[in-house]
């Protein structure tokens, strides 16, 4: 910029217009791009609606969003004092869960698309009355910082729409955006619903979202979005986007789809920044929230005992490096030895997996399932009578709370010593890993490493993804060992697109069984 302004003659130009043309062309510098920025996220506790089934009235419905706002506002604005550009809230943030078609509807309003040129706060009455997206816009304008938040969106329709509801109007669980000047810039209304999501409507059409900032481009989606092509995919495969924004409502269900985890991992896969907020609720294994770049988790919370929120900032690349991976490269080359009779099923998440026992200290062990095979190298630190690990393959068709086609490598740690626990959910171990290796024969590109220690906690800095396609240690953990995974996703192979949902149709037992343990992931 320096040169531009040497080259301007100064003596011809009003002192005020000089003033204001040396402004413009600073701004006009300022905005061209940033190499970094400083992102938030906002772990939310959520005030809850009373559980009753009759809809509260309009006021009723505000009152509870604004005490959820009054909490997002001192987390907003805490954020902004210490330099970040934009702050995600969690997917059901403002008016909390549990809620059916009907009362739902007084905390819906009309939001309008970002076409529209819209700064609620400048103009509240332009779309009708909406104090939510009031309040949002001035908190973003206020402390000129980008606000990523979870509302619903009501839309009329008729019976000229064949598919209008019989209320006569479309409900959408939203994502909006609003910029440090307060203006809407985003709108996203959730593709894949949650079994259990009855309250809202599926979009007509996949919405791929996505705007322009000084630190790069953003796209966006919600909670069980992340388990499916599009939106998600789409957004960084063909639409190229540097950062995700992922407003969730996320409960723990280990041991390869923890929050903190399985999103770490996919921002891995991927090659983008992600910022995942979700609530929090101990009580129903909702926590997990986090900064992540494509090579190590930047900062993240996992909380089971306290019932406060929790913000987290921190600094990342505006437009961050994409590495290649050959995902079967190295694998490939292995030869695959029969597991025999060393080899047993076990059950990880309802899906029927095959495991070999991890019986040294140190060893090689190969197992198959189809045609995904899985090869380990690990060292130990010890090897303790009162702890069994595994290295397990699954390749099929998971039908649980969504249909979704899964190639999954695994060493994790066994739930007791009785090789039939092998993948129940455990959050402790006691045994440290000094090396490990893993890859598999993976028939898809999209591929996501997770590394889980004990208590839940990630390992940011301790490995690495070769280009060859290993999870590869790059020093012994920290703490023991719950799980090494390469989870991959073979998104031609999904018989439906999205979840199903929970129906009169399903077998009672059926219901009760994924009902009790599966609800929800995004509850």
């Known amino acids: 910029m320096s040169w531009f302004l040497e080259s301007l003659d100064f003596s011809m130009i009003p002192s005020q217009l000089f003033v204001s043309a040396a402004f413009s062309v600073f701004c006009v510098a300022k905005v061209i791009s940033l190499d970094t920025f400083i992102a938030a996220v906002y772990e939310h506790a959520v005030i809850l609606p009373n559980a009753i089934p009759t809809p509260v009235s309009p006021e009723e419905a505000l009152a509870l969003m604004n005490r959820n706002l009054d909490l997002l506002e001192g987390a907003i604005t805490a954020a902004a004092k210490q330099g970040a550009h934009i702050i995600v809230t969690p997917e059901d943030g403002i008016y909390g869960v549990n809620f059916t078609r009907d009362s739902i509807y007084p905390y819906l309003e009309d939001i309008p698309g970002p076409q529209v040129n819209w700064i609620p706060c400048d103009n509240p009455n ?18 000129a910082i980008y606000v990523v938040a979870n509302i619903g969106d009501k839309k009329p329709c008729n019976s000229s729409d064949p598919q209008c509801p019989p209320h006569g109007r479309y409900q959408y669980n939203t994502n909006v955006v609003f910029d440090s000047q307060g203006k809407l810039v985003a709108r996203y209304h959730k593709q894949n ?16 979202v996505t705007f322009d900032t000084a630190f790069g481009k953003f796209g966006i989606f919600t909670c069980f979005d992340i388990l499916f092509h599009d939106p998600a995919v789409t957004l960084v495969k063909d639409f190229h986007v540097n950062t995700i924004l992922f407003p969730a409502a996320w409960m723990n269900v280990l041991p390869h789809l923890s929050a903190i985890e399985f999103h770490s991992a996919w921002a891995m896969g991927m090659g983008v920044n992600f910022l995942a907020s979700n609530l929090h609720n101990p009580l129903k294994r909702m ?16 909380d089971m005992k306290t019932k406060e929120g929790k913000l987290l900032l921190s ?16 694998a490939s080359g292995i030869e695959a030895l029969p597991t025999g009779s060393q080899g047993f099923k076990g059950t990880v998440f309802f899906d029927e997996y095959i495991f070999v026992e991890l019986k040294g200290i140190t060893g090689n062990y190969t197992v198959c399932q189809k045609d995904l095979c899985c090869h380990l190298s690990y060292q130990m630190s010890e090897k303790r009578s009162d702890e069994v690990y595994a290295l397990g393959a699954f390749d099929g068709l998971h039908t649980a709370e969504g249909c979704y086609y899964l190639q999954i490598c695994t060493l994790l740690k066994c739930k007791t010593t009785d090789l039939k626990s092998c993948g129940g959910s455990v959050d402790t171990a006691a045994t440290r890993f000094e090396a490990f290796s893993l890859s598999g024969t993976f028939g898809t590109q999209y591929v996501f490493p997770e590394v889980l220690l004990s208590e839940v906690q990630l390992a940011p800095g301790e490995f690495q993804v070769t280009s060859d396609g290993r999870l590869l240690s790059l020093r012994p953990t920290s703490r023991p060992v719950l799980t090494v995974t390469l989870f991959g996703r073979l998104y031609d192979k999904d018989e439906t697109n999205g979840s199903p949902r929970l129906t009169a149709a399903m077998p009672r037992v059926l219901l009760m069984v994924i009902t009790s343990v599966v609800y929800s992931l995004c509850w």
């Open 193 to 208: 619903l949650f079994m259990g999501e009855e309250q809202f409507d599926t979009p007509k059409e996949v919405e791929i």
């Open 315 to 330: 600094q990342l690349d505006s437009r961050p490096y994409r590495p290649t991976v050959n995902w079967t490269s190295y």
């Open 126 to 143: 332009r779309f009708g009355h909406t104090p939510v997206q009031e309040r949002l816009s001035c908190l973003a304008k206020d402390n």
């Open 287 to 302: 926590t997990g929230s986090g900064i992540y770049a494509p090579d190590f988790p930047r900062r993240f919370h996992y």
